[in-house]
């Protein structure tokens, strides 16, 4: 994908995603690449993440993702590129 142009990147993670900071991990990494955007638990035991940046930063996260922190499990990441939104400040764990 790469470049500069400003993309979005939704993606769900699974495995062992829950109770191991993941969310805490993703916004560390998000803040890190300067994207916009949130992470949440779900209820199914997933993680989803609503990132928006230029498109080789969210390649970045999206790789980060797929490591995880030290304690996570990660078994997949389902991922969907998506025209950027532009109405988010900074990037955050969303409840």
Do not use: C, I, Y
């Not at 805490?24 to 928006?52: K, M, S």
């Not at 390649?59 to 980060?64: G, K, P, T």
Request: a positive charge.
């Amino acid at each position: 994908m790469g470049g500069r142009e400003s993309r979005a990147l939704q993606a769900v993670v699974r495995g062992r995603v829950q109770g191991v900071g993941f969310r805490a991990f993703v916004v560390r990494e998000a803040e890190q690449f300067g994207l916009t955007g949130w992470v949440r638990n779900l209820r199914d035991g997933g993680v989803e993440v609503w990132a928006e940046g230029p498109a080789e930063d969210l390649e970045r996260l999206l790789e980060a993702l797929g490591r995880g922190p030290s304690l996570a499990r990660v078994t997949g990441v389902q991922a969907d590129w998506r025209p950027a939104g532009g109405k988010h400040e900074g990037f955050h764990v969303a409840w």
